[in-house]
């Protein structure tokens, strides 16, 4: 058997299949607040954080004592780094910490999609705060700024002059940029005609799968809102260029084996690459790509990942699928739609992690905190926008001041 190890936060989806997998002996890594995903008997190791390379080191180090690690399975963002750093620690085969690094940190994944002549916008390292009006005066506001390593559109501004830029210093949203431990990026913020994402399958350095889906809101001002994104119909004049997107930002990156998720803008001025990262995309697209395209991209990560051909041959169910986030707020739920009433609606074909009255959901909402996912399906792209209007004009949330412990 191949002893297996999963370094993870907050992915859920590979648990089962990587817990019931003959051929591997699995051992988590995660935090302590997220045992309670795995089963008792699954071997465990607690850190205080994944991100922190010392502790990743520290705790493997002592792993290998009694037991040989044979792969690495990263299924969530912040997994990558310490993934790729424990491959190139010990030899092992996939992604190493270098490529790793380029496909999380996005001022490296910038440089290197630029030196490949790839579309980016224009970008700058920031080493601190108080770099930011000059950089931005250079780059031409308004500006995007954010941490070069995070996800779910957390501790990310956009600023739209100097102004701006003095009201978030003397707000609380400074503290996440301010306290954070990685350099940041700022970016040239730009008009977006649509945002899309590209998620694919890559074996042996080749792109063996890749569906392309757009987001029916940009991360970005989609919080409060019902936001997710839909698959492309296969005559969609937007398939083509995204695709290709996708495949050159791989071979610029170097990944050899992975899944991976890709977000691109379309402006007046044509396509740009926003990022590109190594796993699964979240907020249901796995699930939508499945039921669009009849691939498992968590599996073929799995595949992937402990040296096995990925099952990735396509299939078309011929219509578009849509994953639907319902949107959150903080607070105690106290009354949310029933899955039941939601299942119900037209073009409905799944629910999934609807949240419960009682649910405290956290004030520090980002693009990946939601109330559930809703999975549907539209003849044609012109029904996507009434699809998703019925699911709005069903669905409630009601939630009360939660009160402190």
Request: glycine share 8%; with cysteine; charged share 20%.
């Amino acid at each position: 058997m191949l002893h297996t190890l999963l370094i993870n936060t907050v992915s859920t989806e590979p648990i089962e299949s990587l817990e019931t997998d003959p051929e591997i002996r699995l051992t988590v890594l995660t935090h302590p607040e997220y045992a309670r995903h795995y089963r008792p008997e699954t071997p465990m190791v607690l850190v205080d954080d994944v991100t922190d390379l010392r502790q990743v080191r520290d705790a493997v180090v002592e792993l290998i004592r009694t037991t040989p690690i044979d792969h690495v399975v990263a299924p969530s963002e912040r997994g990558l780094q310490p993934a790729g750093y424990v491959r190139s620690l010990l030899g092992l085969p996939g992604t190493g910490y270098d490529t790793a690094n380029r496909f999380s940190n996005k001022y490296a994944m910038k440089r290197a999609l630029a030196a490949a002549g790839l579309p980016v916008a224009p970008f700058a390292a920031l080493g601190s705060l108080v770099d930011l009006p000059r950089r931005a005066t250079e780059l031409g506001w308004p500006v995007v700024v954010k941490p070069v390593i995070g996800a779910a559109s957390r501790d990310t501004h956009v600023l739209a002059d100097r102004a701006a830029f003095t009201e978030l210093l003397s707000s609380p949203h400074a503290a996440g940029l301010r306290d954070c431990r990685y350099p940041l990026i700022l970016e040239r913020f730009v008009d977006v005609e649509a945002e899309f994402h590209c998620d694919g399958v890559v074996s042996d350095g080749t792109v063996r799968f890749a569906s392309v889906s757009r987001y029916v809101l940009p991360p970005l001002v989609r919080r409060g809102r019902i936001a997710g994104s839909y698959t492309l119909p296969a005559d969609s004049p937007d398939l083509a260029p995204v695709t290709e997107l996708h495949r050159a930002a791989v071979a610029a990156l170097g990944l050899r084996d992975g899944v991976t998720h890709l977000e691109v803008l379309r402006t007046g001025d044509g396509f740009l690459i926003g990022e590109i990262s190594a796993r699964p995309g979240a907020g249901g697209i796995g699930e939508m790509v499945r039921l669009r395209h009849g691939v498992d991209l968590w599996q073929a990560l799995i595949d992937v990942s402990v040296g096995r051909e990925p099952a990735c041959v396509p299939t078309d169910s011929g219509d578009v699928v849509i994953a639907c986030m319902l949107p959150a707020r903080a607070g105690r739920v106290e009354y949310v739609t029933p899955a039941t009433e939601l299942t119900a609606l037209p073009g409905v074909v799944g629910v999934r992690r609807l949240v419960e009255p009682g649910t405290v959901v956290s004030d520090e909402i980002s693009s990946g905190i939601n109330a559930g996912v809703v999975f549907l399906r539209a003849p044609t792209e012109a029904a996507v926008p009434a699809t998703i209007a019925a699911l709005e004009r069903a669905f409630t949330l009601t939630v009360s001041p939660a009160k402190a412990a």
